[in-house]
């Protein structure tokens, strides 16, 4: 039975190499961010190089949220070869010590930093998306964002029919970044309205910093502009709010709010799942990790193995993000999207684990 001395040790070992992998990735993360979006934004008007320090900053949180399972397992990986580097694992095994009393600290120490990882960065990250969409509005026109993920709604009014289109939904639904108006008048486009933010008023919506299209016609620069609507605040964020830019504990209200409102909350109820999972996906990613450097690693042999457990990694990201995919276009529930491919990594890492040790 491994003692508390050296369980505290392996824990510690893998909490350092985890931190400072951290550090490291977030410091390139944040250099590489910034670069593209001097790229994509250094021509425009207004841009200025505090502004985008300041947006490479926000968007690192988020950045870095996406990329724990892979620091998790590097560290791992890292923590293992360490040891076995300095005989630790050797000297462990000889004095009675199974592979999986050893691991047990550094799979605790994986949980921990995905506990940490979802209380702690996702709301930072949530919040940090969100302003960061805003901060993109101050520079018009700026491309640093994926308009893939730009959302529709169609609205119905006296006055006719509206298609919206936004970046991102801010302030619960009644704030919009980077919108796109179409007004259709017999059947055909009569006005487009592009807007730097709009506002969700009592009975319209007020554009600000708007480009007005009419038919032919030139481009008109306008301030302001008033487009009625009957859409309530709970049904844009609903529609609009992208779930990176929701936390953990508001995802359950969101959740709660799309039903009540008979929509299908598909990507929330994914985003909440994979959450919740993150902290056990770290775990499996530990017994990868122990898959390819639990043998005593001989001089020329460190690169071989990391790349297997990257390799393994990878694989197991690309069929979370498949999954995933699934999951958001309401193919599969959402906590089996999550969870399948948490149980299938970790099967596979116990599986191998019993026979290596258990034969």
Do not use: C
């Amino acid at each position: 039975m491994i003692g508390p001395t050296l369980g505290r040790y392996f824990f510690r070992r893998y909490a350092v190499i985890t931190a400072w992998n951290f550090i490291g990735v977030a410091a390139l993360v944040y250099i590489v961010t910034f670069t593209e979006i001097t790229g994509r934004a250094g021509d425009l008007e207004g841009f200025t190089t505090s502004w985008a320090l300041g947006l490479a900053a926000l968007q690192l949180p988020i950045i870095m949220q996406q990329a724990v399972p892979f620091i998790g397992l590097v560290a791992a990986i890292a923590t293992l070869i360490s040891l076995n580097r300095k005989y630790e694992l050797v000297i462990a095994r000889a004095a009675g010590i199974s592979a999986w009393q050893f691991l047990t600290p550094i799979a605790f120490g994986a949980f921990v930093f995905g506990l940490l990882t979802v209380l702690v960065l996702n709301p930072i990250a949530a919040r940090a998306f969100a302003s960061a969409q805003m901060l993109e509005a101050t520079v018009r026109g700026a491309d640093t964002s994926n308009n893939a993920k730009e959302r529709w709604i169609k609205q119905r009014t006296d006055q006719g029919e509206t298609i919206i289109g936004a970046d991102a939904a801010l302030a619960g639904g009644t704030e919009l970044v980077r919108p796109v108006f179409f007004i259709i008048g017999d059947d055909r486009i009569a006005e487009r309205l592009d807007a730097a933010s709009a506002f969700l008023r009592d009975g319209y919506w007020e554009l600000v910093d708007v480009v007005r299209r009419q038919g032919g016609n030139a481009p008109e620069k306008i301030a302001t502009a008033r487009v009625p609507t009957n859409l309530k605040p709970e049904f844009v964020g609903q529609e609009l709010t992208d779930p990176d830019a929701v936390s953990i504990f508001a995802l359950p209200g969101m959740i709660e709010t799309a039903h009540s409102f008979g929509l299908r909350a598909n990507a929330f109820a994914m985003q909440l799942h994979s959450l919740i999972t993150l902290p056990p996906l770290l775990v499996a990613m530990t017994l990868i990790a122990a898959t390819v450097s639990m043998r005593f690693t001989r001089m020329g042999q460190s690169a071989t193995v990391i790349l297997g457990g990257v390799v393994a990694g990878f694989l197991l990201y690309v069929s979370s993000v498949l999954v995933r995919a699934f999951g958001d276009a309401g193919f599969v529930p959402p906590p089996i999207a999550a969870w399948t491919p948490v149980m299938v990594a970790m099967f596979f890492g116990v599986t191998f684990l019993l026979f290596r040790e258990d034969g």
